[in-house]
Nanobody, 130 residues
Framework: QVQLVASGGGLVQPGGSLRLSCAVS????????IGWFRQAPGKEREGVSC????????YYADSVKGRVTISRDNAKNTVYLQMNSLKSEDTAVYYC???????????????????????WGQGTQVTVSS
């Protein structure tokens, strides 16, 4: 049974940091790429960052580039999202998701699509507020 469990969210002041974790079971990070998405109230779910199964190549949305780092620990089957310099607009529920195979990161216009990911975690709330 495939399971993705997202954790690490919380309330943080603007400029603060959080590290989200996505604990994966039932599949291997060598075979599945992992993406982090977020959804704010009244907005569509958007891709934040992804890490490819093949070589660990990464994708970052322009809105978080330079502030967010995705990484993985294959031994623990866990993917992390380190978020720094958080802004109020980062407030959202954050989800991790798994897609079989490598990501097409060679395409310069690549953006992760929610329908491309097969398995989803339950989400963790991130609130950035003073």
């Amino acid at each position: 049974q495939v399971q993705l469990v997202a954790s690490g969210g919380g309330l943080v002041q603007p400029g603060g940091s959080l590290r989200l974790s996505c604990a994966v079971s039932g599949l291997s990070l060598n075979d599945y790429s992992i993406g982090w998405f977020r959804q704010a109230p009244g907005k569509e779910r958007e891709g934040v960052s992804c890490i490819s199964s093949s070589d660990g190549s990464t994708y970052y949305a322009d809105s978080v580039k330079g502030r967010v780092t995705i990484s993985r620990d294959n031994a623990k089957n866990t993917v992390y999202l380190q978020m720094n310099s958080l802004k109020s607009e980062d407030t959202a529920v954050y989800y991790c998701a798994a897609q079989r195979g490598a990501l097409p990161l060679l395409y310069p216009d690549y953006k992760p699509g929610i329908y491309e990911f097969d398995y989803w975690g339950q989400g963790t709330q991130v609130t950035v507020s003073s």
